[in-house]
């Protein structure tokens, strides 16, 4: 069964410190895994996306990292601002059985809080 | 504004009720996809329609349906609501039939609310 698994739950941290979000997958057989944030009440935002052949991916202060042979990714934040609390999903996609299909499998979200 | 146009923001209907979400995905875009985040929950994926054909069905209950029109326009109809259905329920909008990593677009979500 495919599944994603995100930690920490929740985090709380200090404004202009950094942090790391960790996701754990063990969707087969694996297209892309994309990492999202969601602010509350809002639709979430795509921040990156990788592919098997790619391990590291920066969008400003965002970094995303991908380890495809322990099937491992994470989001370092740098210099975490306010603006950065939300909700921060990891979504792997499977390649399907039939041409052009796909199953993709959410994690739970990692719920930052960035506080001054 | 993402593009992604879903209406309404918020709805509150009674237990037993059948109500309609509407989703406009963004200008070019053939693709849409349901979704159900329930509170604390992770974002649960219904269903996707392609230039008005069904793709691929996720975890939708028989008592939901959805279609997409010529204009690419999606309605997401709940029927026989019960309490646990209360949830946003997202829509988003991919250009291409076949997006595999989620590359897609969400709208703001219709907060729905069952008493």
């Known amino acids: 069964k495919n599944q994603v698994e995100q930690s920490p739950q929740s985090l709380i941290i200090l404004e202009g410190k950094n942090c790391t979000l960790q996701?754990?997958?063990?969707?087969?057989?694996?297209?892309?895994l994309r990492w999202y944030k969601q602010d509350t009440g809002r639709g979430p935002v795509s921040l990156t996306i990788m592919t098997f052949s790619e391990n590291t991916k920066s969008n400003g202060r965002y970094t995303a990292t991908l380890d495809a042979d322990t099937k491992q990714s994470s989001l370092h934040i740098t210099a975490s601002q306010l603006s950065d609390s939300a909700s921060y999903i990891c979504v792997v996609s499977a390649i399907g059985s039939g041409a052009g299909s796909y199953q993709l499998t959410f994690g739970k979200g990692t719920k930052l809080s960035v506080i001054p | 504004d993402s593009g992604v146009t879903q209406t309404p923001k918020h709805l509150i209907t009674a237990t037993g009720q059948r109500v309609t979400l509407r989703c406009s995905p963004r200008s070019g875009d053939l693709s849409v996809y349901w979704y159900q985040q329930s509170l604390d929950q992770g974002l649960q994926f219904l269903i996707h329609?392609?230039?008005?054909?069904?793709?691929a069905k996720g975890n939708i209950l028989e008592r939901f349906s959805a279609q997409q029109f010529p204009d690419l326009h999606s309605e997401l109809n709940l029927s026989s609501l019960e309490l646990g259905d209360s949830a946003l329920y997202f829509c988003?909008?991919?250009?291409?039939?076949?997006?595999?990593?989620?590359?897609?677009?969400f709208g703001s979500g219709t907060r729905l609310t069952v008493v």
């Open positions: 329609y392609y230039n008005g054909e069904e793709r």
């Open positions: 988003a909008s991919s250009a291409s039939s076949s997006s595999g990593g989620g590359g897609y677009t």
């Open positions: 996701c754990n997958y063990t969707v087969s057989p694996f297209s892309n």
